[in-house]
DNA sequence: AAAACGGGGGC
DNA sequence: GCCCCAGTTTT
């Protein structure tokens, strides 16, 4: 039987060693709402670096809804460029001041219904925008966690959904905080997606599939 | 359920 | 050159 309570303690002990990419990135630039709603859609499948430097140029003229609706869906993508899936992202970007203005009363909402309602907002960037804007407990499954969770065993789930749902069940609700990051870290870092470096794991001891073909998971 | 969307960085 | 990136939207 897995031990949940210890694998996040020793994961949040080598937490040090690791980044959280995205909830560092925009930490360190914002405690905005909107500005945090804006790198996050951005930073859907791209590395935290180039989303860093995009996000970083946008700041300098966009601050508020207003500001990003000055633009054109074509100025959008100019800007955004670096980033993967520009021509989506500028889409999704172009639309979202006039739905912030029309439902939210140009503020970014809390609640997860609510942000799904936001274009270029799924339920991993609510999930998040929720953990890093309003510091709200929230599960965002995204590759790495719904990789690993099945690795390990703790769930046997087919979709990322799937497994949202079963961590909401099996995982106490004071770690959900933080346990996105650990599990993403890790997965950066050691539970990989081909490959995984089981000799240097932290917690082999924990794991029920060490060794196990998970072709099935990773895809 | 599957396809489309994507440039950038690491090795 | 090949692989991967804290996915979302459209068919």
């Known amino acids: 039987m897995i031990n949940i309570a210890k694998v996040y303690d020793v994961l949040a002990k080598e937490f040090e060693k690791y980044s959280a990419p995205v909830v560092d990135l925009v930490e360190a630039q914002t405690k905005d709402p909107f500005k945090i709603l804006l790198a996050t ?3 859907a499948r791209t590395k935290d670096t180039t989303t860093s430097e995009v996000v970083n140029a946008m700041f300098e003229y966009i ?6 609706a000055k633009y054109t869906r074509e100025e959008i993508e100019e800007m955004i460029y670096p980033v993967g899936f520009f021509r989506n992202k500028a889409k999704s970007l172009h639309k979202l001041p006039e739905v912030l203005k029309n439902k939210f009363n140009d503020r970014v909402p ?3 219904d609510e942000l799904l309602e936001l274009p270029g907002v ?7 925008v929720r953990t890093i804007a309003f510091r709200k407990p929230a599960i965002c499954v995204d590759v790495h966690v719904h990789r690993i969770s ?5 769930v046997q789930t087919k979709t990322p959904l799937e497994t949202e749902m079963k961590l909401r069940e099996i995982l106490p609700e004071k770690y959900w ?11 950066q870092n050691h539970c990989t997606p081909r490959n995984p470096k089981c000799s240097t794991c932290p917690i082999y001891d924990q794991c029920e599939r060490v060794g196990v073909e998970t ?3 990773d895809k």
């Open 41 to 43: 859609i951005l930073s």
């Open 63 to 68: 601050h508020t809804p207003e500001d990003l």
């Open 110 to 112: 809390e609640e997860i």
């Open 122 to 128: 799924g339920r991993k960037t609510a999930n998040l």
């Open 150 to 154: 099945n690795r390990l065993g703790y």
């Open 177 to 187: 905080l933080n346990y996105n990051s650990y599990l993403v870290a890790f997965g």
């Open 215 to 217: 072709k099935w998971i």
